[in-house]
């Protein structure tokens, strides 16, 4: 799970994220969430999904899955992260886990985005994604992307990235949200 952080004593959460499954880019153990709490509870929402049914619901729940975390957004006093880095530091988020447990098959699910300059167009974030999806890794040099590696289908991975959020919560929402431009990384083709 790539985003803000996630409270991993969060009591719907704690059995299934491990206190060394908790990363950060920023160094550190993970353990400091950002304060909004986004990454909390999409990862609730990839572990349980619709949550709702299992709380008025009296049926055992059985996961076959667990939680990794990897805050790659800064926190208070934290150096904030060029956007132009924001893919090296997706590889860098996606490096970190698969360093520590290669044994474990995993989908990464990264649930942030920023507003494209050029809604639609390749980025170097939308691109990196792509890269790491494709099993090849990655690396920036001014405006350009690296290749450092062909495309490798044994080391592909499954990477779920989010469309982004509209801005404009009013009466017409829905249709709001089918005519808003996705936004950067989602426009990335192999995610």
């Known amino acids: ?9 969060h009591v719907l959460l704690e059995r299934s994220l491990a206190r060394g499954d908790h990363y950060s880019i920023f160094g550190g153990s993970g353990t400091d969430v950002h304060p909004n709490g986004h990454g909390t ?15 008025i619901g ?6 076959r899955h667990r939680l990794e975390s990897v805050r790659m957004w800064p926190a208070q006093g934290d150096q904030g992260i060029d956007p132009l880095d924001y893919g090296t ?29 050029k809604p639609g167009e390749p980025t170097l974030w939308s691109a990196s994604i792509d890269a790491l999806a494709a099993g090849t890794d990655i690396s920036r040099d001014g405006r350009q992307l690296q290749l450092l590696s ?34 950067d990384p989602a426009q990335a083709w192999n995610a």
């Open 1 to 9: 799970h790539l985003d803000t952080g996630v409270l991993r004593t």
């Open 41 to 55: 509870s999409m990862a609730g929402l990839a572990l349980l999904g619709n949550i709702e049914p299992l709380l």
């Open 58 to 63: 009296q049926a055992h729940i059985l996961l």
């Open 89 to 117: 530091a997706t590889a860098e988020a996606v490096a970190l886990p698969e360093a520590t447990r290669a044994d474990r098959s995993r989908a990464f699910c990264l649930t942030l985005s920023a507003e494209p300059d």
């Open 150 to 183: 062909a495309p490798n289908s044994t080391s592909s991975r499954l990477i779920v990235v989010a469309a982004g959020n509209v801005s404009t919560w009013d009466a017409d929402y829905r249709t709001n949200c089918q005519n808003s431009w996705i936004q």
